[in-house]
């Protein structure tokens, strides 16, 4: 099958330099990103970490951010993370800290190692190959791939006893085990490759899309403005209750773009009905003021992988169902920019999914506009 999703990245980054952003906003754009590079890189701990020192994808969100912002700059405190980052792995490959609390999730291990690894790998050395290498044999295996709904997804962390994935972890694995693919080339011969199971993706994703014909289960929502969107989780996780008195699956912003990034990553067609359908319902939905849905919850998580989500599928304007256009890297540096704060950082007022802490926030918001930028 044609992985279209590489065709897309690259088509993305000729269609943006085709369709070049006005000169005022792109120095405007790059302005804001070193104010929050500064900003970003005077948090950094002596210890290498930002924020949460148990919570070493924290860190390296930061760490990219700086990378993408400007990586000559910023190379001592990229290699101070990158160190913080090392000294958290795992014997078995994974990247996480035992947590100073207890918390629901554990140490949520394949959530810190998908964005680790990422992170590690963009940093682009030699040296580094054999960690990611590692993280992506221990992020294979913790798939799951079970019966039932939750067949094909990830959770925060498989040491947990219970079933569960949700497509906010999912997408994260997914998205990371992609962009890491090219160190299996890299393995001795013989050795055994590291991959997930691209088909079992492709069913879990289906149990979370409200899309007749895909979805064939009582949680899925019939109704108009959910159609075509994604929720967090099977049967739960911003559910609400219909008409008839059933619960269903609400679609929201962050996880339809999340949900459509990942069908993409699972190289499904980009004609393919769902694909088609998850965008339908991000164009009914078009919002920069808001996580659609959702209102201020997790709306920088939002950004960011709105703009993942577009690039991939490789869209300079978006047709709204209103016949408008939306130059859509125009607005969203336009909506960020707009919403830094005096000290150069990033903040939401609503805590949801941690977004009070202006670290994670700005390092979330730096790399939508770099890839916006792209």
Not at 39 to 59: C, I, N, T, V
Not at 269 to 289: P, T
Not at 316 to 323: F, H, K, N, Q, S
Request: with cysteine.
């Amino acid at each position: 099958m044609k992985k279209w999703w590489i065709g897309s990245l690259v088509l993305g980054m000729v269609l943006s330099a085709g369709a070049q952003l006005p000169q005022e906003l792109e120095l405007e754009a790059r302005a804001a990103l070193a104010r929050g590079a500064e900003w970003l890189a005077a948090q950094q701990q002596p210890d290498g970490y930002w924020g949460l020192p148990d919570s070493p994808a924290m860190s390296a969100l930061a760490m990219g951010a700086l990378q993408k912002a400007d990586a000559a700059t910023y190379a001592d405190a990229i290699n101070r993370a990158m160190v913080y980052i090392l000294t958290s792995v795992q014997e078995d490959g994974s990247i996480w800290r035992t947590p100073t609390m207890q918390r629901k999730g554990g140490g949520l291990a394949n959530y810190n190692t998908a964005i680790c690894m990422a992170a590690l790998h963009a940093l682009d050395r030699p040296e580094l190959v054999p960690v990611i290498q590692n993280a992506r044999t221990y992020l294979a295996q913790m798939q799951y791939l079970g019966s039932g709904s939750y067949r094909g997804g990830m959770g925060y962390d498989a040491d947990q006893n219970r079933e569960y994935a949700d497509l906010s972890n999912s997408y994260m694995a997914y998205e990371a085990m992609r962009l890491t693919e090219n160190v299996e080339d890299l393995r001795a011969d013989g050795a055994a490759r590291a991959d997930l199971d691209w088909g079992a993706a492709q069913e879990f994703l289906a149990q979370i899309q409200n899309l007749p014909g895909v979805n064939t289960n009582t949680w899925r929502s019939d109704s108009d403005d959910d159609r075509g969107g994604f929720a967090y989780t099977p049967g739960g996780g911003a559910s609400r209750t219909n008409d008839e008195g059933r619960v269903v699956l609400r679609s929201y912003g962050s996880m339809t773009y999340a949900g459509l990034l990942s069908l993409i990553y699972a190289e499904v067609d980009e004609q393919d009905e769902r694909v088609q359908a998850a965008k339908d319902w991000a164009m009914r939905h078009w919002s920069l003021d808001e996580n659609p849905g959702m209102g201020a919850e997790g709306l920088y998580y939002f950004f960011n992988v709105l703009t993942k989500s577009l690039t991939a599928a490789g869209d300079a304007t978006l047709e709204r169902p209103d016949g408008s256009t939306v130059v859509w890297r125009e607005a969203v540096i336009r909506r960020l920019v707009d919403l830094q704060q005096p000290g150069g950082f990033w903040v939401n007022d609503n805590n949801r999914w941690w977004e009070a802490d202006p670290n994670l926030v700005t390092a979330y918001t730096m790399q939508a506009l770099a890839t916006a930028l792209d």
